[in-house]
């Protein structure tokens, strides 16, 4: 049972199917970091964690989310989608719940939202979802890159990783068919078994390629940059706070931006497994403890993914009424 404003309050059976796996998944990440770390070490390294930090380190993953909710707000003025700002944080926020489903596809139930109180067509806002992602990938290649002389091999990430966003910006830019079967696909996928207007795949692509040309593709990717960049920032804290002073900032963002690309294309409910034993991989390959690597990677989880996912349910509860429908027909279970 939470509580919202003093009142009791459940979570809709939707956003729970959401939690449940992704909390059972999260257990069993738990249990296969401390098996590897051994764990009696794993423990001890929590318990010389410095406390202090934790402040700091929440500091920096909410301005990740400050980031992020800029660049969302832009997305919406750039496709003349009028939304007052506070009614815009609101659904930003709330969609920040949704963190924890594969590629955070959750995060539609903001379209959801719009058009449930202000009307938006969902193929309007749909785009900007897409764009988040693809420029959220674009961004954390750039931190890759910025660390990768630190780690050997990192090289191969990049030309990877590289590869597929100048594939996918190719096909977005010039390949209107191709584009526009994407748009069919994820008309299909938010609305199974419901008829779909002609039009909804033709204006979601058009939106799609609107945001990612010229200034809108570089204002987003530089956005998204930031944005995860005070991620790592939270992370280098965190490791300061285990009293790991070997690595400096650049190996941080590498390892951090790195273990985060592997989460997103993992397509994992919020990367989990995938971030968690690429992170702590890397940081064994920098000479950390196997019990003090499995610790900061617990701890920068939980002041980035679970916190924001935390921050969203709040959000949720206190829009509890439009949030769980928006919720209900983002699955299909209402109109």
Do not use: Q
């Not at 449940?20 to 069993?28: E, F, G, K, M, R």
């Not at 990717?221 to 285990?242: D, I, N, P, S």
């Amino acid at each position: 049972m939470l509580f919202a404003n003093g009142v009791p309050v459940r979570l809709s059976s939707s956003l729970t199917s959401k939690l449940v796996p992704a909390v059972v998944l999260a257990v069993i990440v738990l249990f296969g970091l401390a098996v590897y770390a051994d764990a009696p070490a794993l423990l001890a390294a929590l318990m010389g964690f410095d406390v202090r930090v934790l402040p700091l380190a929440i500091g920096f993953a909410s301005l990740n989310f400050a980031v992020r909710f800029v660049r969302w707000h832009y997305y919406l003025r750039h496709l003349d989608i009028d939304v007052a700002p506070r009614l815009s944080a609101g659904v930003f926020l709330t969609g920040l719940s949704m963190s924890i489903t594969p590629g955070k596809i959750g995060e539609l139930v903001k379209c959801f939202m719009l058009r449930d109180r202000l009307g938006v067509r969902i193929a309007s806002s749909a785009p900007i979802v897409v764009a988040e992602r693809y420029t959220d990938i674009v961004g954390i290649l750039v931190l890759v890159a910025f660390g990768a002389t630190r780690f050997e091999g990192a090289g191969l990430i990049i030309l990877a990783g590289g590869a597929v966003v100048v594939f996918g910006l190719i096909l977005a830019t010039f390949s209107e068919a191709l584009v526009d079967r994407g748009g069919a696909l994820l008309s299909r996928t938010l609305f199974s078994g419901k008829a779909v207007e002609a039009d909804w795949a033709r204006e979601s692509a058009s939106g799609f390629r609107r945001l990612l040309k010229g200034r809108p593709l570089v204002v987003g990717t530089t956005l998204g940059a930031l944005a995860w960049f005070a991620e790592c920032v939270a992370f280098l804290l965190v490791l300061r706070g285990f009293g790991e002073d070997a690595i400096g900032l650049v190996g941080a963002t590498f390892v951090y931006a790195a273990s985060t690309l592997a989460g997103a294309l993992s397509m994992l409910p919020g990367g989990l497994g995938a971030t968690e034993g690429t992170m702590t991989a890397f940081l064994v390959g920098l000479g950390s403890s196997p019990g003090l690597a499995a610790g900061a990677t617990l701890v920068a989880r939980a002041c980035t993914l679970w916190w924001g996912v935390m921050v969203g349910i709040v959000m949720y509860l206190a829009l509890s009424t439009w949030a769980r429908t928006a919720l209900r027909e983002a699955e299909g279970e209402d109109a």
